[in-house]
């Protein structure tokens, strides 16, 4: 069952196990900071021998933004490298806000008719005009019906433009460029309900090669579109499930404020993420009268 790592009989008694008693609320996980008062105290104790946060597996990991590997059109210029550079150091990082994507870096996903060399065709989607593969509509010819219908619901703070000039990307060039792991998720999520197969296969991948972390905010966010959208594909899911479980970031996630904040507008997500990641079963209709 999930508890607190620290929490364990194995530990009671031991230093470790003092730090979970005394500061129960204080977040720490295997890449916690530890109080600095409570290692002092601990260092001070007579024989005391300095333990390998490293060796034991509970050192602080450095917080990497997505993606960690090479993106092909990412950082092509001086200035998005220096603007990058300087957002990396900036504390938005912990409190998941930044997108880390900046000025000419923006525009690789963007298109225009003059920079293809092959037959093209407009979709309008938000009043704006985005050229696409006519090869690739006459393959497809549910894609633009099932797009335009789609997004019809969906204001820009559930797809934001940037994840439509992603999708429309990889369509006219089979690559994109994306510095945010949300981002990734919803241009997933979106090309799956639009029946992009490709997109989701190219996107699912980019996402396993992805092994860092990111701010409790940012992955609360992620977990809620995942668990609570209606039409998710089944390779993301188990992507969550094993990002989830890699290194214990479930229990770090669980006792964060920002995923205790969004359980009280929707408290099924902490059913739907355990069910995710196997602590609990399917839910059973058995025995109760659904009318």
Not at 206 to 225: H, M, N, P, W
């Amino acid at each position: 069952m999930l508890g607190h790592p620290l929490g364990s009989p194995l530990y009671r008694g031991s230093p470790l196990g003092s730090i979970a008693t005394r500061y129960p609320d204080s977040l720490l996980s295997p890449r916690a900071r530890y109080p600095r008062d409570v290692l002092d105290s601990i260092r001070a104790r007579p024989g005391h021998r300095e333990i390998d946060l490293h060796g034991l597996g509970l050192a602080r990991r450095p917080m990497y933004r997505y993606p960690f590997y090479d993106d092909p059109f990412h950082g092509n210029c001086d200035v998005c490298r220096t603007k990058r550079e300087s957002c990396h150091q900036d504390s938005c990082h912990q409190r998941g806000r930044c997108s880390c994507s900046h000025l000419c870096c923006d525009k690789a996903n963007s298109s225009s008719k003059e920079e293809f060399d092959f037959k093209t065709k407009d979709i309008t989607i938000r009043g704006k005009a985005r050229p696409i593969r006519a090869s690739y509509l006459a393959e497809a010819s549910k894609f633009e019906a099932d797009l335009t219908k789609y997004l019809e619901k969906k204001k820009e703070d559930a797809v934001p433009d940037r994840v439509i000039d992603m999708l429309f990307s990889y369509i006219n060039r089979e690559s994109y460029t994306n510095t945010n792991l949300f981002d990734e998720v919803t241009l997933n999520i979106l090309a799956h309900n639009v029946g992009a197969k490709s997109v989701v296969a190219y996107s699912l991948d980019r996402l396993k090669k992805y092994d860092g972390d990111v701010g409790l905010q940012e992955l609360t966010y992620i977990i809620a579109s995942i668990v609570m959208s209606g039409k998710v594909d089944s390779g993301l899911k188990e992507w969550l499930k094993k990002y989830l479980k890699n290194d214990d970031r479930v229990n770090h996630l669980f006792y964060s404020g920002p995923w205790r904040s969004i359980l009280l507008d929707r408290p099924e997500m902490h059913t739907e993420t355990l069910r995710l990641i196997g602590e609990i079963p399917e839910a059973s209709d058995e025995g109760i009268r659904l009318l």
